[in-house]
């Protein structure tokens, strides 16, 4: 095997970790917040990527042409959700939040089914079939441009909780939820709002990846779990964390795919998971709880 | 007084009123039985994982009934039945239909799900005519009811070597090494030990395999797969997959920069519509060796005709051909047997003989198990977003075009 086949293929698993760290990152930043498990990530990110489906179809709108009003779209199904469905949850039981995201996610999955079917769909846009000659090694054009939109949006989600009021008052919430309460902040408005920025992250996520891959109604419950490693190893609640979870998952299974079986290549990650487990419970980036 | 019976003129008029009126009506007793219509029981996966390969082949029912006219052959009363893609419902299904009426199953596109409702079927004494199934042992149980117009597994992987070594020679050009890609399910393993093990007994193919890359047919990226199945230079691509999985492949060459000079597919996938509708131009080329139609014969025209009356704009395939061809094993049956009683029915389905058929070979005949052994499969290739049979030449419309164009030329 050849340099520059491994680096392309290393190059590629990264810029696909960075994707799959957007979408991670929703879900780390509602439970690092809300504290709530968002089972229903995955199928609520196939939402947005059917979104993309029919506004291409349509339309013939570009996925980044419609990577704002998609994720705005997302925002808003998010916050409606929490407002209305997750905030009477907040003080139950895990098990009962548990089971009711697992139901929300059942009904996503069957309402997709019955409205587009169960064959999978993409688009085809000009540049889908394009790559990157860098001296030999051969890069995917949808995968770079996917991977530069995804971390323009973790950057400026990044910049949001640091620089803006609403986003420190956020960030309050996380860090002490009864002091939050004493300062006087509307603690349910910033869970709300929490949940729809963790699924415009989502919606931004799909959005992407619908240039790089296809989507049928079934491939929820795969980003679910996908996303759960990611985030169990960079660490349950920190954004960086699910960016770096995401690219070395991304690494890991490119470069396991290639050089043992790739049909295994999710083995792979589920190892990471494990050893991550074993000897870094709190995740790569993920702070020691007493 | 002893009675004395003795024939008068007027007992034997009677009589012979009373045996005129049962003549009389004997044969209608035989034409009320033809002309009600055959109670079916269509068993498909119309949902599911395979819901829209079931949805596929009630195409093939939808177009039956008007053929059937045609062909002057009786009427049936389809019962559809949803197998869910799942084995256990299709066995719940099979024993619904028929303790709902059901006198003759059709079905059921899937293996696993074919098997268990031939039990039901064997069971019950209900002759059950398999559409689409490839698992040589559902044939090899000595079944009564259970007859199969499908080729098994053997048979398809023999003929697409027969079929890609008549290519080869006609073009004069072959490439010398491949590399083989499978789904790593329950089908495509079995076909990648079953194309090991039959090309064995054909030293004649031109290629060696050089790597075998088994990956999950429900990746969300298979850009690994391709860049190693690049890497080892092999100048042909043989293919197990299915359609998701086509496609990405196929978008992955393209933005790797690899053309081979052939993609042989043994499997779904590569000339299914939605193949030819998504990636335009960059479905031309590959050659798919399956159970297909013969592109020739008068019946395939006819309907080829309804198809594209009844669902423009779909091309005619092996789901279509093999789900009308199981109807036509029906209602031919039913016409000879003269009634819906389910062993005449079995007898007359195993004495069929029709010659006016649309899959390859001599017609649709069984064997003593059941199994149509006569049927041919064919070599396909896509051309501008159409389908052409190249091999055999005795069932094709097109000469095979090979290399391949490559993607960068297109």
Redo the contacts between chains.
């Keep these: 095997m050849t340099t520059d086949v491994i680096l392309k293929i290393a190059i590629s698993g990264v810029l696909t970790g960075l994707v799959y760290g957007l979408m991670a990152l929703g879900l780390s930043v509602i439970f690092g917040v809300v504290r709530v498990v968002n089972f229903a990530h995955g199928e609520m990110m196939t939402i947005a990527m059917y979104l993309v489906i029919v506004a291409f179809n349509a339309l013939g709108l570009d996925p980044f042409v419609m990577l704002v009003p998609i994720s705005a779209v997302l925002f808003a199904l998010g916050y409606l959700m929490q407002r209305a469905i997750i905030n009477p949850f907040i003080n139950r039981p895990e098990h009962s939040q548990f089971m009711l995201l697992v139901a929300v996610a059942l009904v996503i999955v069957n309402a997709l089914l019955l409205i587009f079917g169960p064959d999978s769909q993409g688009v085809t846009t000009s540049y889908s079939f394009d790559s990157f000659d860098l001296g030999g090694i051969i890069i995917d054009a949808g995968k770079v441009y996917a991977a530069i939109a995804a971390l323009i949006v973790a950057v400026l989600l990044f910049a949001f909780f640091r620089l803006t009021l609403t986003g420190k008052a956020i960030r309050a919430c996380a860090d002490n939820y009864n002091g939050a309460l004493v300062v006087g902040l509307n603690v349910k408005r910033l869970y709300a709002l929490t949940f729809g920025i963790g699924a415009a992250c989502v919606g931004a996520a799909g959005t992407m990846l619908m240039i790089v891959t296809d989507v049928t109604p079934a491939i929820g419950p795969a980003y679910t779990l996908l996303a759960f490693v990611i985030v169990i190893t960079g660490g349950l609640g920190s954004m960086p964390g699910a960016i770096i979870g995401g690219v070395l998952i991304g690494l890991t299974e490119a470069l396991g795919g290639f050089f043992f079986t790739p049909s295994a290549k999710s083995m792979f990650s589920f190892a990471i998971l494990v050893l991550i487990l074993l000897f870094r419970p709190q995740g790569i980036m993920g702070r020691r709880t007493a | 007084m002893a009675s004395k019976t003795r024939v008068t003129r007027r007992t034997f008029t009677a009589g012979l009123g009373a045996a005129g009126i049962v003549a009389g009506t004997a044969p209608f007793n035989i034409i009320s039985a033809q002309g009600a219509p055959l109670k079916v029981g269509v068993l498909l996966p119309r949902?599911?994982?395979q819901?829209?390969i079931g949805q596929d082949c009630q195409r093939g029912v939808d177009v039956t009934a008007g053929l059937l006219k045609d062909l002057k052959l009786p009427a049936l009363q389809i019962m559809n039945g949803d197998t869910e893609t799942n084995v256990e419902v299709a066995r719940a299904r099979a024993e619904r239909l028929i303790n709902e009426g059901a006198q003759l199953l059709v079905g059921a596109f899937d293996s696993g799900q074919s098997t268990a409702i031939a039990q039901v079927a064997e069971q019950k004494g209900i002759p059950y005519v398999i559409n689409i199934a490839a698992a040589p042992p559902i044939t090899e149980q000595g079944y009564k009811f259970v007859f199969r117009n499908f080729p098994v597994a053997g048979r398809i992987l023999s003929d697409a070597f027969e079929n890609q070594i008549e290519i080869f020679k006609a073009t004069g050009n072959a490439p010398k090494t491949a590399v083989f890609m499978h789904v790593?399910d329950t089908f495509g393993t079995a076909m990648q030990k079953g194309f090991t093990a039959v090309m064995g007994k054909f030293p004649e193919t031109p290629y060696k395999v050089v790597e075998t890359?088994?990956?999950?047919g429900?990746?969300?990226?298979?850009?690994?797969?391709v860049?190693?199945a690049?890497?080892t230079g092999a100048e042909a691509l043989v293919m197990v997959s299915r359609?998701?999985d086509a496609?990405?492949i196929t978008?992955e060459l393209?933005?790797?920069?690899w053309s081979p000079k052939a993609v042989l597919s043994m499997g779904p996938g590569w000339y299914e519509d939605?193949y030819l509708k998504?990636?335009?131009k960059?479905a031309d080329g590959p050659m798919s060796f399956v159970p297909w139609y013969d592109p020739n014969k008068k019946l395939t025209k006819a309907l080829e005709a309804a198809l594209a009356k009844a669902h423009p704009g779909v091309n005619l395939n092996t789901n279509h051909v093999y789900t009308f061809e199981a109807l036509l094993v029906a209602a031919d049956a039913y016409k000879r047997a003269g009634s819906a009683d389910p062993k005449a029915l079995a007898d007359a389905i195993r004495a069929t003989n029709i010659k006016d058929n649309v899959s390859p070979g001599p017609g649709i005949q069984f064997d003593a198990k059941g199994q149509n052994a006569a049927l041919k499969n064919s070599a396909i290739q896509n051309r501008g977003g159409k389908l052409v049979t190249i091999a055999p030449a005795s069932a094709s419309n097109a000469k095979p075009e090979h290399p391949m164009k490559p993607?960068d030329k297109r």
Excluded: P
């Design positions: 949902s599911g994982a819901a829209g790593n890359i088994a990956y999950d429900t990746a969300r990226d298979l850009s690994v797969e860049a190693k690049k890497a359609l998701n496609i990405l978008r393209i933005k790797q920069r939605q998504t990636l335009g960059f993607y």
